[in-house]
Protein backbone atom coordinates (compact mmCIF):
# COMPACT_ATOMS: atom_id res chain seq x y z
CA UNK A 1 0.00 0.00 0.00
CA UNK A 2 1.46 3.27 -1.05
CA UNK A 3 1.80 6.09 1.00
CA UNK A 4 -0.54 8.48 -0.90
CA UNK A 5 -3.43 5.27 0.64
CA UNK A 6 -2.52 5.30 3.76
CA UNK A 7 -2.47 9.41 4.02
CA UNK A 8 -5.94 9.19 1.73
CA UNK A 9 -7.08 6.75 4.73
CA UNK A 10 -6.12 8.95 7.73
CA UNK A 11 -7.48 12.58 6.04
CA UNK A 12 -10.83 10.51 5.59
CA UNK A 13 -11.09 9.37 9.01
CA UNK A 14 -10.01 13.14 10.58
CA UNK A 15 -12.56 14.50 8.36
CA UNK A 16 -15.43 11.56 9.59
CA UNK A 17 -14.84 12.83 13.17
CA UNK A 18 -14.87 16.36 12.14
CA UNK A 19 -18.18 16.55 10.08
CA UNK A 20 -18.73 13.59 8.46
CA UNK A 21 -18.20 12.14 4.70
CA UNK A 22 -20.17 12.35 1.64
CA UNK A 23 -21.30 8.59 0.47
CA UNK A 24 -19.15 8.43 -2.12
CA UNK A 25 -16.31 9.05 0.44
CA UNK A 26 -17.56 6.38 2.89
CA UNK A 27 -17.26 4.08 -0.29
CA UNK A 28 -13.67 5.03 -0.96
CA UNK A 29 -12.76 4.81 3.10
CA UNK A 30 -14.24 1.30 3.32
CA UNK A 31 -12.11 0.47 -0.21
CA UNK A 32 -8.90 1.85 1.36
CA UNK A 33 -9.56 0.27 4.74
CA UNK A 34 -10.05 -3.46 2.69
CA UNK A 35 -7.13 -3.11 0.60
CA UNK A 36 -5.07 -1.85 4.46
CA UNK A 37 -6.28 -5.10 6.24
CA UNK A 38 -5.10 -7.73 2.89
CA UNK A 39 -2.11 -5.79 3.25
CA UNK A 40 -1.84 -6.21 6.75
CA UNK A 41 -2.59 -10.18 6.50
CA UNK A 42 -0.60 -10.74 3.28
CA UNK A 43 2.45 -9.44 5.39
CA UNK A 44 1.74 -11.33 8.61
CA UNK A 45 1.38 -14.46 6.62
CA UNK A 46 4.78 -14.09 4.86
CA UNK A 47 6.39 -13.50 8.22
CA UNK A 48 4.90 -16.72 10.09
CA UNK A 49 5.68 -18.52 6.62
CA UNK A 50 9.42 -17.40 6.94
CA UNK A 51 9.29 -19.09 11.09
CA UNK A 52 11.70 -22.06 11.57
CA UNK A 53 12.00 -23.73 14.57
CA UNK A 54 14.90 -26.05 16.09
CA UNK A 55 13.59 -29.12 17.41
CA UNK A 56 14.85 -30.96 20.56
CA UNK A 57 16.67 -33.30 18.32
CA UNK A 58 18.61 -30.18 16.68
CA UNK A 59 16.65 -29.94 13.22
CA UNK A 60 15.17 -27.39 11.70
CA UNK A 61 11.30 -27.50 10.95
CA UNK A 62 9.90 -24.23 8.71
CA UNK A 63 6.50 -23.77 9.85
CA UNK A 64 5.51 -22.17 6.68
CA UNK A 65 6.48 -25.23 5.05
CA UNK A 66 4.70 -27.76 7.47
CA UNK A 67 1.61 -25.50 8.13
CA UNK A 68 1.05 -22.13 5.84
CA UNK A 69 0.07 -23.33 2.72
CA UNK A 70 -3.44 -25.31 4.24
CA UNK A 71 -6.46 -24.55 2.06
CA UNK A 72 -8.65 -21.09 3.71
CA UNK A 73 -6.56 -19.71 5.97
Known amino acids: MTEEK ?7 AAKSKEKGLTPEEREEQTL ?9 RANLK ?8 ENEDGTITNL ?3 YGNKGGH
Open 32 to 40: LRQEFVANV
Open 64 to 66: GEK
Open 46 to 53: AQLNNISI
Open 6 to 12: IKRINEL
